[in-house]
Nanobody
Framework: QVHLVESGGGLVQPGESLRLSCVASGDILSIYAIGWFRQIPGNSREFVASIAYGDVPTYADSMKGRFTIARDNAKNTVYLQMNGLRPEDTAVYYC???????????WGQGTQVTGSS
């Protein structure tokens, strides 16, 4: 079992930055990848970025150049650095863990990011 806790959300002005954190605990060794997703009310959950074993990052096309995912293995933490935030980035951001099956089975509770207009 893997437990994930996100933090770092908040209210930002257009163009500002935020860094989200995702701390993992439990069966850490079973984790192959950590991903960030976001969900706007009324919409389906959307992939943002992921980082796999070996530190291979993957990004949604719309996030490339603005968002950066990184991991600190010593702290069991994955970060999502978000720069140049826009009102349309407003969403609840979730981190999720996948095992070697590449299925995201574990989810955190989410952290709210609100970009003011």
């Amino acid at each position: 079992q893997v437990h994930l806790v996100e933090s770092g959300g908040g209210l930002v002005q257009p163009g500002e930055s935020l860094r989200l954190s995702c701390v993992a605990s439990g069966d850490i060794l079973s984790i192959y990848a950590i991903g960030w997703f976001r969900q706007i009310p009324g919409n389906s959950r959307e992939f943002v970025a992921s980082i796999a074993y070996g530190d291979v990052p993957t990004y949604a096309d719309s996030m490339k150049g603005r968002f950066t995912i990184a991991r600190d293995n010593a702290k069991n933490t994955v970060y999502l650095q978000m720069n140049g935030l826009r009102p349309e980035d407003t969403a609840v951001y979730y981190c999720s863990a996948a095992g070697k099956s590449a299925t995201y089975d574990y989810w955190g509770q989410g952290t709210q990011v609100t970009g003011s207009s």
